[in-house]
């Protein structure tokens, strides 16, 4: 049963999105009513959303209200401007206009400068809320990683580990950066802050002679400053959808200032303190945990280093003595024969202290599975394997055993309890392995680094200046045919949703923030020159000028009905897509939980990989 602390969170956050998504979309409307009572024009309708009226009210005005139930949006209804009939659910012309009216006078020709400003300003009251929401963010600040404000590289690892549990090589790596470069450029583009860095190598359109992704970076190394091409691979973010992104495997350098030692451990034994800064371990500058880590796998069991420190600005030199520390717990892997498929299972519950041992009793729960074998379609990452030959399962030992066994004899069946509490079956090909790897162990120090959080406190200019950048650069890449950014990737009403709900979750200014770039966005979407939206109304208004006389409705009408189809086709596209976004993402938490439980018991921000 959820707590009442639960439910009030989500219900804080549901009322946040109601208020900041339904608010941006309620503010664009207000902006085209306004203008067109100021202008004179007859508003027959103000509706928020589109499609059959859930409800609606009438006004002193003559103008209907409305509620609608598709909430992809909103409109007024001006049959000055357009006849929307099919959008609106009806029409000007289909008994919509006031009795005492003459249809001939909601049809009399408009100024260019009405047909402007009314249709100009939707967008323009998206931008002054977003200014108002900036300027909340201005003087709230806004929560960042004082990582991702460097562009240092802090490691580089040799090897990248997809979402499907496969190993991949680093295009980084194999490119030569090292931790401690700068990367100053990402293609002629100079970036400031890791987070330009992944953008711009994201939304990148780079391509070799042969089709592959590519991009280049100018790195500043001991005061020189060279380029290096780099090849990026597309990286799955999603486990339910096709959605794959350009990465290239770089992490921040981040100030090493120790929060925590840890109880008889190495650190605590060389005298380390809470306060100390980590500079060098073994001579070599440190730029990360992950480089620390890496450093200290190069030892020997038993063998010392030495750990240059920072001490109330001191430089001072320890010398440690790392010693070896289960991280992981082990994993039993069935492949499913020659045709590649695995999968792997590990015991959760049971005794934390001993989550090293192949026989800790527990459950034995899926941990990582190939999905591109059919055969492994329906099985999950965190599915409960709770039989094998009706023999119920509490270790890896008796899971390879029976595993085993039931191979030998011809086959067997493996019976999953999913997280829908459904059943599922697999049977063991005749062909089937098991192996059982141990529990994994690394090389540490002991130490536990302090959040490098910063209050951040851009100003209006600043914040609109990095929305309108990305919003261009998103545009750029969707409609450029040599990125990887496609339709499928486009955020819809669901992602939105999504997107703010997860953030109300953690703090108000990331919602602020985000809704100033969703406004912003609001705002130039809709004054793109299409037929439907603003930018259609006012690319019509500007050819009546040039023309002298408006252009033939039969024109104006037929292609804004071609253009409302399309759009409307394309919103429950992206509609559909952030749906399975949205199952993908559960999916991902879920898997998570069950990646947490496999490391054991250390601390985040440790001196390893922060697991």
């Given amino acids: 049963m959820s707590s009442y602390a639960d439910i009030f969170t989500q219900t804080w956050a549901v009322l946040l999105v109601i208020l900041f998504f339904g608010g941006s979309i309620f503010v664009h409307e207000f902006g085209h009513f306004l203008a067109a009572k100021w202008r004179g024009l007859k508003v027959l309708r103000f509706s928020i959303g589109f499609g059959p009226k859930l409800f609606s009210w009438k006004g002193a005005d003559g103008c209907e209200y409305r509620v609608s139930l598709l909430p992809l949006g909103g409109y007024v209804a ?13 029409s000007a012309s289909e008994g919509e206009l006031p009795e005492d009216s003459d249809n001939s006078n ?18 323009f009251f998206n931008v002054l809320f977003a200014a108002v929401l900036a300027c909340g963010v201005w003087i709230l600040g806004l929560p960042e990683s004082g990582a991702y404000n460097t562009n240092q590289v802090g490691f580089v690892p040799e090897k990248l580990n997809t979402i499907d549990s496969r190993t991949i090589d680093n295009p980084a790596y194999l490119a030569g950066i090292k931790p401690g470069d700068r990367i100053v450029e990402v293609d002629g583009r100079k970036v ?7 953008e711009y190598v994201m939304l990148g359109a780079g391509r070799t002679q042969d089709g592959k992704p590519s991009c280049v970076f100018t790195v500043l190394r001991d005061g020189k400053t060279f380029d290096v091409n780099i090849y990026p691979v597309l990286y799955s973010t999603n486990p339910q959808t096709v959605d794959s992104v350009r990465m290239v495997g770089l992490l921040p350098a981040m100030k090493l200032k120790v929060l925590q030692i840890l109880k008889d451990s190495a650190a605590e034994k060389a005298g380390l303190k809470v306060g100390d800064i980590v500079v060098a371990v073994g001579g070599e500058k440190m730029y990360s945990n992950q480089h620390v880590s890496a450093k200290l796998d190069t030892l020997s069991d038993g063998e010392s280093i030495d750990v240059d420190i920072l001490r109330g600005g001191k430089p001072m030199q320890l010398k440690a003595t790392p010693s070896r520390i289960y991280t992981t717990r082990p994993l039993c892997t069935i492949k499913l024969g020659n045709r590649g498929g695995e999968l792997s299972f590990m015991t959760v519950g049971g005794n934390s202290q001993e989550a090293h041992s192949v026989d800790l009793k527990g459950r034995a729960a ?37 595993a085993q066994n039931g191979i030998k004899n ?27 790897s141990p529990a994994g162990e690394r090389v540490m120090l002991g130490y536990v680094i302090g959040s490098d959080m910063v209050i951040a406190h851009p100003n209006v200019l600043e914040q609109f200046e990095d929305a309108l950048r990305k919003t261009w650069d998103s545009i750029a890449s969707l409609v450029n045919p040599k990125s990887d950014v496609g339709i499928s990737q486009l955020a819809g009403p669901v992602d939105i949703v999504r997107i703010m709900h997860r953030l109300s979750l953690s703090d108000f200014s990331l919602i602020l923030s985000f809704a100033v770039l969703l406004n912003i ?16 109304h006012i690319l019509f208004a500007f050819i009546a000028k040039l023309r002298g006389e408006p252009l033939p409705e039969k024109i ?16 429950f596209y992206v509609i559909y ?8 993402d559960r999916q991902m938490s879920d898997y998570d939980g069950i990646r947490n439980e496999f490391f054991i018991d250390i601390p985040q921000n440790f001196n390893d990989d922060g697991k």
């Fill in 78 to 90: 001006l049959p000055q401007l357009a006849d929307m009939g099919a959008l609106e659910g009806g």
């Fill in 577 to 584: 897509g952030g749906i399975w976004r949205w199952a993908g």
């Fill in 410 to 436: 011809g086959g067997t069946a493996l019976v999953f309890l999913g997280a829908d509490g459904k059943l599922k079956e697999l049977v063991l090909p005749k062909d089937a392995s098991v192996e059982i």
């Fill in 192 to 198: 400031s802050k890791f987070t330009d860095i992944l």
């Fill in 556 to 571: 104006v009408a037929s292609l804004q009905g071609i253009f409302m189809l399309l759009f409307m086709a394309l919103m």
């Fill in 366 to 402: 899926v941990y990582a599975v190939d999905k591109s074998d059919p055969r492994l379609s329906q099985i999950n990452t965190g599915d409960i394997l709770i039989k094998i030959s009706d023999k119920s399962i509490s270790t890896l030992t008796q899971l390879s055993i029976l």
């Fill in 521 to 536: 966005n609001l705002a130039i979407l809709n004054l793109l020159p299409i037929p439907v939206l603003d930018g259609g």
């Fill in 106 to 123: 909601y049809k009399k020709n408009l100024s260019f400068f009405d047909k402007f400003a009314v249709s100009a300003a939707g967008a």
